[in-house]
């Protein structure tokens, strides 16, 4: 096998092992359903495997099913999630059975295709990328229901940089100017990322920081759950049909803010970016300290755009891979780094912490891009297209590099919590300042 295919190959062993760490527990708990939200864990598991089979045994590697009966189960779009744990779905040790199967020949595959092929799911190794993300999506979404779950265990508590308080402004200037947003070079960027377009935007600020706990209590305490004029109508009535009073697994206790953990109980860090709260709080956020979200063309332009080389980076900081100086990513640690963790890891312009450590939630709806052609399939992005999802950008603690880069997008409904979510905020800058 030559460089690139064994590239591809650690990638494939790698987010196995991940999925496996993840699922190496009693039948009970895979089986389970934690929460109405999510799949027993044993349903991502095998249609993990499915996908896999789907992608790369049949479609690109055109061989037999070997388990068509089973298809239908794993069909994300046939079975809501609630609905998931009264199908009659593989167990525990049949799904790594199974997977494993799937896993001996997509690696024939690998070794058999022909990476330079015109054939767009082979250029490149593009189905391998394809399912090395989808792979690691689904387990950072196992680690959200395992979250949920309250069960102890996942604490993996590398240590993280030192947080920072730099001198100087909290919030960085994005003059006007147009830049590329989006992507037509990065093989294996999915469809909702292309193309590259030129979106030309006025200055504005953007946060150097995301959101910390510090800054979030103190819109807690300050009434900002009951107070109207900081939620937008919609909101406010999630609010109040949510009874929710602070951030998903926060609790009050002898005027200390205490979060769960993976099963810990722990004070508030209050130097880390809060997480877990929904598109209506990060925007009642904003209002709150006389701000807005960032549209999805800020949140990228701070990010990515080199103004001096006129092009896009792939990350933050440039196109190397995320190191443990630059980014928390990857699940070194089940947390989120304090903030001014990683001086290294700055943008162009200077916003810090955009790549890993919490998703980030824009003000922007999950719409295709000018000339978006659906690849390989209708409902990895279009069907979700619309103006019922937010998008979010940047990646979080629990993503893995393989599955953030400038360009990528996530979306969710405005109301979701479990995951590891939060925000930083922009405002428009005036005349005089641009
Ligand atoms: C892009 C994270 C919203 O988990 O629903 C997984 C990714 N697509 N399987 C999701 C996905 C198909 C997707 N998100
Ligand atoms: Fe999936």
Redesign the pocket.
Known sequence: MNDFKERIAADLAAVRNRSLAYTDAEDDLLLRQHSPLMSPLVWDLAHIGNYEELWVLREAGGITPLRPEIDDLYD?FKHPRKNRPSLPILGPSETRHYISGVRGRTLDVLDRLDLSAPDPLHRAGFVFGLVIQ?EH??DE?MLATLQLSGQPGLVRDADLPPGRRPRGADEVLVPAGPFLMGTDTEPWAYDNERRAHRVDLPAYFIDRFPVGNRAYAAFIEDGGYDEPRWWSPEGWRWLRDSGARAPLFWTRDGGTWWRARFGRREPVPMDEPVQHVCWYEADAYARWVGRRLPTEAEWEKACGWDPDAERSRKYAWGDEAPGPDRANLGHRAARPAPIGAYPAGASAYGAEQMIGDVWEWTSSCFLPYPGFHSFPYRE?SEVFFGGDHRVLRGGSWAADPAAVRTTFR???YPIRRQIFTGFRCARDATPEEA
Do not use: S, V
Request: proline share 0%; hydrophobic share 20%.
């Open positions: 994300a989808h999506q689904h979404t990895y996530n979306w969710d």
